[in-house]
């Protein structure tokens, strides 16, 4: 298992079930779909950051797009999205920053979203 497959399993494990709000964790954008009052992490594809030649595995730094409702709910997502933040925070996930950020879910239009962006792994 290379660092990204054993970090993402990590992070996985760690968001599933979140204080029963996190219904789905993935690595794959095409497959979000949120239930009512439910949220659902889309695990980006992480930052690779070598510090020299030496033998060190490199550090990642992951995003995670958490979305949740519809796009005639956005209100109702976004009480979910700032619960699940704040069950990440409780739960000790390495949080640096959340930033807003509209999620579009193809063909079914903009779902309330927030990019959360972790310190290193």
């Given amino acids: 298992m290379n660092d990204y497959e054993q970090a993402t399993a990590e992070l996985s494990d760690k968001l599933t079930g979140l204080g029963g709000l996190v219904t789905q964790v993935t690595t794959d954008p095409a497959s979000v ?3 009512p009052g439910k949220a ?17 595995p490199p550090q990642l730094t992951f995003r995670l797009m958490v979305t949740a409702g519809t ?19 409780q739960a000790n996930i390495p949080l640096r920053s959340a930033v807003p950020a509209g999620f579009n ?7 309330a979203a927030y990019e959360i962006t972790l310190n290193p792994i």
């Fill in 71 to 89: 796009p005639t709910t956005q209100a109702k997502g976004l009480d979910v999205i700032l619960n699940v933040l704040d069950l990440m925070h």
């Fill in 33 to 35: 779909k949120p239930t």
């Fill in 40 to 56: 659902s992490v889309w695990i980006e594809p992480p930052d690779y950051q070598w510090n020299g030649w030496h033998p060190m």
């Fill in 105 to 111: 879910l193809a063909n079914a239009g903009e779902l």
